[in-house]
């Protein structure tokens, strides 16, 4: 191993171990307000598995509780399973509460159903919100943006449960946000902020504090049919109950954390910018073009070849350039009054 390469590995180590060392999770104690566990949730989560996001269920869990979420909604576009997988396995490792839920597609809509154990396959919105309800879930209006309320008429959407204020669409379309509002506006539904995380940005950049008895999935859910949430969103405005957003008001922390990115530390920037070098050092180290290696030399003549191994010249190129050495000898002995074959 070159030092070149020797020293790009120590990088990329230098790389692992701190980037390990600044992922570590802080302990965090528990929030309570008003006699209730304020629980910070995303309730729009993709996974890869049997969906199309960028983490597997476990992922999304380790990054859930990167984010300093206490729950998350895995929803897979109509289907359980991952949900299940992510349940399954946050439970083992302690994680945050995993909600199973999936996203409901139509043309004309996306209602996120949450609590919901089996996959819904229903052919209409009426029909979908009641199976939700059969099953002891909720339903929550996914990033309601004109093109999907012609699918909620006053009864539909009567039926829904909550419904997005807080969107990834609302840092990039200056119309989100008010059609959010005039939507929820139409009926008294709970405030809801959710990532519809996929993989790229952050998990919980938008998230919903809900103010529940305890941080079961079961008392999340209570929390939220009753209208027991707050959101933030950018601009400084506050979406819910008024009432419990004064109880948080003191706890700008939390504001902060659910409309920016938190600042990136030095062991962070280490990390990164020792692991791109060490990349990018070997990267150059295995692109050089290195010198062949020769050929053992023989004597002998390749089979079904008149070239010498050794010299790779042929006899008649051999003998042409015999008769140029004899041609040029022949004419010095002319030159000194000798031939060619009298002795010196």
């Known amino acids: 191993m070159t030092r070149n390469a020797r020293a790009a590995w120590a990088l990329m180590a230098v790389s692992l171990v701190g980037g390990t060392i600044a992922d570590r999770v802080p302990e965090r104690a528990p929030i309570v307000a008003g006699g209730y566990r304020v629980i910070a949730a995303d309730f729009h989560t993709h996974s890869s598995t049997w969906s199309d996001g960028a983490l597997t269920p476990f992922g999304l869990v380790l990054a859930a509780r990167r984010q300093g979420l206490d729950a ?3 929803t897979g576009h109509n289907q359980v399973s991952d949900a299940k997988a992510g349940r399954w396995f946050s439970s083992l490792i302690g994680g945050p509460t995993v909600l199973v839920g999936q996203e409901l597609l139509g043309v004309d809509h996306h209602i996120i159903a949450i609590g919901t154990e089996r996959q819904i396959a229903l052919p209409t919105v009426s029909a979908q919100l009641a199976e939700v309800h059969r099953q002891g879930g909720i339903a929550i209006a996914a990033h309601p943006m004109p093109e999907f309320w012609a699918a909620f008429d006053d009864e539909g959407q009567g039926q829904l449960d909550g419904a997005e204020i807080c969107h990834p669409l609302v840092y990039s379309n ?3 946000l008010p059609a959010f509002e005039q939507f929820r506006e139409r009926h008294a539904l709970a405030a809801i902020g959710s990532s519809d995380f996929h993989g790229l940005g952050r998990m919980g950049e938008c998230r919903t504090y809900v103010f529940a008895t305890d941080n079961s999935a079961a008392a999340i859910i209570d929390a939220v049919r ?3 949430t707050v959101v933030y969103a950018p601009g400084g405005k506050t979406y819910g109950d008024p009432a419990l957003a004064s109880l948080i008001a003191s706890r700008t922390e939390l504001r ?3 409309t920016s990115d938190a600042p990136v530390g030095g062991l962070d920037w280490v990390s990164r910018v020792s692991g791109v070098v060490g990349l ?6 295995s692109g050089r073009v290195r010198p062949r290696a020769r050929l053992p030399s023989s004597r002998h003549r390749s089979p079904g070849s008149g070239r010498s191994r050794q010299t790779g010249i042929a006899p008649a190129e051999r003998r042409s350039g015999l008769a140029a050495a004899l ?12 031939g060619v074959g009298q002795a010196e």
Do not use: C, E, Y
Not at 280 to 285: N, P, V
Not at 327 to 338: E, V, W, Y
């Open 226 to 228: 009753a209208k027991r």
């Open 256 to 258: 902060d954390v659910a």
């Open 174 to 176: 200056p119309k989100a």
């Open 72 to 74: 998350i909604a895995i």
């Open 327 to 338: 041609h040029s000898r022949a004419a010095k002995g002319q030159a000194s009054g000798r």
């Open 280 to 285: 990018m050092w070997l990267g150059a180290g």
